[in-house]
Structure formats: structure tokens, C-alpha cells
């Protein structure tokens, strides 16, 4: 799942696929991005490459994003389980949670799903299923798994979720600390 929707050098989209539906980049190590002479390998056509303008939030997600990447990779995923499970009022074990605990969940989970199905960060969620042309929802943004679930999803999951309570500059100092990396 991508966290940078454009070339920080180029400033000009990323593109994933052709308009003819059958070349669709899944694997960089498959083909080469952009294709060469900007024309799908399979049809043919031509890919248009132009620049893309990001909104504020999506700028600091790319920021953040170039800043991760470049840092030294150390995990902070307890530390965003902490901060989920805080600003959830939420308890430390699975076990205990109650039903005003999951009904809380259950109406940040819509909030959580709106972000990513229409809010900021569609863009960044929107998988086409070829085979029906419409959106897929993630089964990485379930908060319930995001915070209990041993499983590690991607980090644009965790910080998609940890906006809807935290400033960027809050989101920054989870993800990032001193150590700098998810």
C-alpha cells in the first residue's frame, strides 16, 4: 500500500496501471516504473504522466513518509497500539474489553472507514478490483485487529487511525520518536 502518491523528485503521479485494464503494476521488480517511452507495455498506449498537486494532509503524509523511509528503521508499533488503545479509553487485553468498548470501536471503525473510503486518505485505499470496477474496502483498517491482532498491517493503516485523534505533530512523535521509524 503506497504512502506517496507522486515522485518527490519529479513531483509527478505515480501511476499503477494502464487505461486498458490489463497492465497493472503490482511488482516494481516485474516492470519498470514509468514504463518505457511512457507507453504500456501490453497495448501499447500511451500512460500520461502529469504533475500532481497534494492537499495539506497529504503533503505532511508525504514528508513523513520520505522521513520514515530514510530514517533508521526501528519498530514503534507498541507505542501506537498504546496510543490507539488511549485515546479509545480502551483496556490493555482483548479479553476485557466490554460493550461500551465496542460500541465505541464500532463508531470510531465508520469514522476510520470514511477517512480512508472519502476522506483524506482515499487516494491512498483505492484498489479497483478489475474484475468488477469498483472500490475495495482494506481489511487493514479494522481497529479491533490494528490494536489487538498480533498481525502487522500496513504503516498507512496505523496512521490513518491515529488521526482521527492526533495532531500531525502528535502522529509524528508516536510514529517517529527519537528512534525514527515504524
Not at 474484475?131 to 474496502?137: A, G, Q
Request: aromatic letters at 10%.
Amino acid at each position: 500500500m503506497p504512502s506517496i502518491l507522486r515522485c518527490p523528485v519529479h513531483l509527478i503521479e505515480l501511476n499503477y496501471g494502464c487505461v486498458c485494464k490489463v497492465y497493472h503494476l503490482t511488482k516494481l521488480a516485474n516492470f519498470v516504473l514509468p514504463p518505457k517511452n511512457d507507453r504500456c507495455p501490453l497495448c501499447n498506449k500511451n500512460i500520461p504522466i502529469h504533475a500532481l498537486e497534494l492537499s495539506e494532509e497529504e503533503l505532511w503524509l508525504e514528508s513523513l513518509s520520505i522521513r520514515a523511509l530514510t530514517s533508521k528503521a526501528q519498530s514503534r508499533l507498541i507505542e501506537i497500539k498504546i496510543a490507539l488503545k488511549r485515546a479509545l479509553s480502551l483496556p490493555d487485553n482483548k479479553q476485557h474489553l466490554l460493550k461500551n468498548h465496542r460500541s465505541r470501536l464500532k463508531e470510531f471503525q465508520s469514522a476510520l472507514e470514511y477517512l480512508v473510503l472519502d476522506g483524506y486518505y482515499k487516494r491512498y485505499f483505492e484498489f479497483i478490483d478489475y474484475n468488477y470496477d469498483s472500490p475495495i474496502v482494506p481489511h487493514c483498517i479494522n481497529l479491533l485487529l490494528l490494536i489487538y491482532s498480533e498481525k502487522y498491517f500496513p504503516p498507512l493503516s496505523y496512521i490513518a487511525s491515529l488521526r482521527m485523534f492526533y495532531t500531525q505533530r502528535e502522529v509524528e512523535n508516536i510514529l517517529l520518536g527519537d528512534c525514527r521509524g515504524l
